[in-house]
């Protein structure tokens, strides 16, 4: 079989891009899912991504990680706006559907706007907090970020504190007021990626009730480049969550398979 994809990164979190609104993808091969995303016999990427009709919206955003499993995305999110700008369905702004339902997001030239689902319980523990931003983060404050092993330690949580069906697991540093540094353990790539959209999203919701910033509206530097996470704080639900940040095509090419 010979397969059109279209390569997207959003701050150096890479997908694999389909366009399969002819619903001829074989979704139930979780072989070829993760052979696509292998760095070597693939075409490689930290998840795949089915664009789709949708009756309901402006197309269905179909998240798979390189393992397989699925999860909302939000770095994969604002790359299927700027796939479907760049296939001529949408203009500058949507709303499309995902795993955890209804998105809005805007788009000028590089520059991604998602809405993120609003957040009504963030689990506070003495060294770390809880929340799912459309998947699971574990959000951990540690010093001398940039010589931290993330993949040592974040598997070590992920399985151990998280057991099989496990949770994404973000370090954190603060770099100022409103502003932090980040690197994250991505639960179904096994390894750290170079952001993480709905991680990044839970750190800064999580920094916001500690105490750790006022500002409500969070920058933050991941080794794949910086994103800004907006919210409004009503009562204890986290809401009018934006996370924006660029979303490139990177190539596109024919797979045999
Ligand atoms: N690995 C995550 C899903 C992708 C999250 C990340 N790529 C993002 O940008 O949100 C999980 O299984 O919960």
């Known amino acids: 079989m010979i397969l059109q994809f279209f390569k997207y990164q959003g701050t150096g979190n890479d997908f694999v891009f389909i366009d399969n609104r002819q619903q001829t993808f074989p979704k139930d091969n979780t072989e070829l899912i993760t052979k696509l995303c292998d760095r070597r016999f693939g075409i490689g990427g930290d998840g795949l991504i089915l664009l789709e009709n949708d009756s309901a ?7 798979y990680n390189a393992d397989a499993s699925q999860s909302m995305c939000g770095n994969g999110g604002r790359c299927a706006v700027a796939f479907a ?11 499309f559907n ?13 520059i991604v706007n998602l809405k993120m689902n609003d957040v009504d319980e963030i689990r506070e523990k003495p060294l770390y907090s809880f929340l799912d931003t459309g998947s699971p983060h574990h959000v951990q404050l540690v010093e ?19 057991g099989e069906s496990g949770s994404n697991i973000n370090f954190v540093e603060q770099s100022g007021n409103g502003a932090f540094n980040v690197r994250t353990y991505e639960r179904g790539v096994e ?14 919701l999580a920094m ?5 910033t006022t500002s409500n509206s969070v920058r933050i530097n991941t080794p794949g480049g910086n994103l800004t996470i907006s919210f409004k704080l009503k009562g204890d639900t986290y809401t009018n969550i934006f996370l924006k940040g660029p979303a490139k095509q990177v190539y596109k090419g024919e797979v045999v398979c």
């Open 57 to 63: 919206s402006d197309f269905n955003m179909d998240y």
């Open 85 to 95: 700008k760049y296939l001529g369905i949408i203009e500058n702004e949507t709303t």
């Open 98 to 110: 995902a795993i955890d339902g209804l998105h809005f997001a805007t788009i000028e030239g590089d």
């Open 144 to 162: 001398h970020l940039e010589k931290f092993n993330v993949q040592k330690e974040g598997a070590k949580l992920r399985y151990g504190l998280y």
């Open 191 to 204: 390894d750290e990626t170079l952001s993480c959209g709905t991680g990044v999203t839970a750190v800064a």
């Open 208 to 212: 916001h009730k500690l105490g750790k």
